[in-house]
């Protein structure tokens, strides 16, 4: 099988205290420290599992500059056989279309099985698995914790829903699946993992290489625009009862009837 897994480089927010820069166009990216998104991390180990499993190769792909080879890199050691960074100056600026229109081109260069991505990336939105499946018209699934492969043509995922029920679908093969964590336990990636793929070539295709039209991404072709970066004001501080059970209780009791929470 053969398994291509999307994955991005973002801040560390264990290792960097995020502050938004002065005009509010962006957050402070001056000595930041970078890593895998952790939510792709786990579509990365996942993939691994199943080529394990059932044989094949992984691919790693990520959208950005020279510095993405750093993730490409550390996936590899993790366990992934092959990366390819897709970086153009066009690139700069795309939305979240723009970042799926890229890999849409790149993924039609080679000839997948199975597409995962991470649930979501360091924007919250959660876009890109379903805009991905979309432009290549593939099945696909959100939020997956569950993966059994029953064939070379059909696939099985659990899916986390709300309540904390779980949904489970069959899926023709190749589709797209976005990847919640907790679907697994990483692996360390050792010293020796990553003395070993140092080396390894890692191809950068730009826009004429995956035969994309620069104005469809970037800038140029984003349909949203972000507006403004800001911290929101605090509210007012909690309030803290103090005395034995009993009197917390009747004091509570008051301030909920004062603010009519209760009657």
């Not at 997956?144 to 023709?172: F, H, L, P, S, Y």
């Amino acid at each position: 099988m053969e398994i291509l897994v999307c994955i991005k480089r973002v801040p560390d927010t264990a290792e960097n205290e995020i502050e938004v820069n002065r005009d509010g166009s962006d957050i402070e990216r001056d000595d930041l420290v970078y890593s895998v998104n952790e939510w792709d991390n786990y579509a990365v180990e996942e993939a691994i599992q199943i080529r394990d499993k059932v044989g094949g190769s992984i691919t790693v792909v990520s959208v950005g500059d020279e510095d993405a080879e750093e993730v490409l890199r550390r996936e590899m050691a993790m366990g992934a056989d092959k990366g390819i960074l897709l970086s153009d100056n066009a690139f700069e600026g795309s939305d979240g279309e723009g970042v799926a229109t890229i890999l849409k081109a790149g993924i039609e260069k080679g000839n997948y099985d199975l597409i995962l991505t991470g649930a979501q990336a360091d924007d919250g939105a959660g876009q890109i698995g379903g805009m991905l499946a979309a432009m290549l018209d593939w099945p696909y699934a959100s939020l997956v914790n569950i993966i059994d492969i029953v064939d070379d043509k059909t696939i099985k995922v659990g899916r986390e829903i709300a309540g904390g029920n779980q949904e489970m679908n069959e899926m023709d093969l190749p589709c797209v699946l976005s990847i919640q964590t907790g679907i697994n336990e990483p692996r360390y990636v050792g010293i020796r993992g990553i003395r070993k793929v140092a080396s390894m070539e890692i191809p950068m295709l730009g826009v004429k290489d995956i035969e994309l039209l620069s104005e469809s991404v970037g800038k140029s072709g984003a349909k949203v625009k972000r507006l403004d970066y800001f911290v929101p004001e605090l509210g007012e501080g909690a309030e803290i009862l103090e005395g034995s059970t009993d009197e917390i209780i009747d004091k509570l009791t008051e301030l909920l009837k004062a603010k009519g929470g209760i009657k």
